[in-house]
């Protein structure tokens, strides 16, 4: 049974940084693309990064690009998204994603599996 869970979302200021991980277990961690998606209240679930299974290969919106990174731990089965100089906009709850591919990543609908999400609130 896959399980993705992630963690270290919370309240920040405009300008601030947050760290969140998604800890996938039941999948051959190093075999799959992994990624972020969000959605804002009222809005679709849109892409945010994504990361090949080497890690050699990422892949951001532009919205997000210079500001975020998502980087990997195939030792812990553990992805992660940096996000700095957070903005109000960035609102949202964020989901971990596993399954998508180079071709599709952004696309929520050909990713396998999802996390719970994990909320996070940018104030100005």
């Known amino acids: 049974q896959v399980q993705l869970v992630e963690s270290g979302g919370g309240l920040v200021q405009a300008g601030g940084s947050l760290r969140l991980s998604c800890a996938a277990s039941g999948l051959t961690f190093s075999s799959y693309f992994m990624g972020w998606f969000r959605q804002a209240p009222g809005k679709e679930r849109e892409f945010v990064a994504a990361?090949?299974?080497?890690?050699?290969?990422?892949y951001y919106a532009d919205s997000v690009k210079d500001r975020f990174t998502i980087s990997s731990d195939n030792t812990k089965n553990t992805v992660y998204l940096q996000m700095n100089s957070l903005k109000p906009e960035d609102t949202a709850v964020y989901y971990c994603?596993?399954?998508?591919?180079?071709?599709?990543?952004?696309?929520?609908?050909?990713?396998?599996?999802w996390g719970q999400g994990t909320k996070v609130t940018v104030t100005s």
């Open positions: 990361i090949s299974w080497s890690g050699s290969n990422k």
């Open positions: 994603a596993a399954g998508g591919d180079r071709y599709n990543y952004r696309n929520q609908y050909k990713w396998n599996y």
